[in-house]
């Protein structure tokens, strides 16, 4: 599965830049539709295409790494 760090990015732009960072904000900014951004909060796993992924990566100034994080499921046991 695949874990975003969106709201830890927001955070962190906040705490920088000592201001409050919207959804709407980011999806000005970013050409994302505010309801693809809130999934990505909001629903693990969701899928995103990786142009979104580029453009938040450009808006946060960070590294893909920053942004998401794969997480491996335990694989489920044969059945007999």
């Known amino acids: ?4 760090h969106l709201k830890e990015l927001i955070a962190e ?4 830049e000592r201001r409050r960072i919207t959804i709407g904000e980011i999806a000005k900014e ?3 539709n505010r309801m693809t951004l809130s999934k990505i909060i909001n629903h693990p796993g969701h899928s995103t295409v990786t142009d979104n992924l580029d453009r938040l990566c450009y808006y946060f100034d960070c590294e893909i790494e920053q942004l998401v994080t794969h997480i491996k ?3 489920p046991e044969p059945e007999p």
């Open 13 to 16: 732009k906040e705490f920088a």
């Open 73 to 75: 499921e335990p694989s």
């Open 1 to 4: 599965m695949i874990r975003y």
């Open 30 to 32: 970013t050409g994302i």
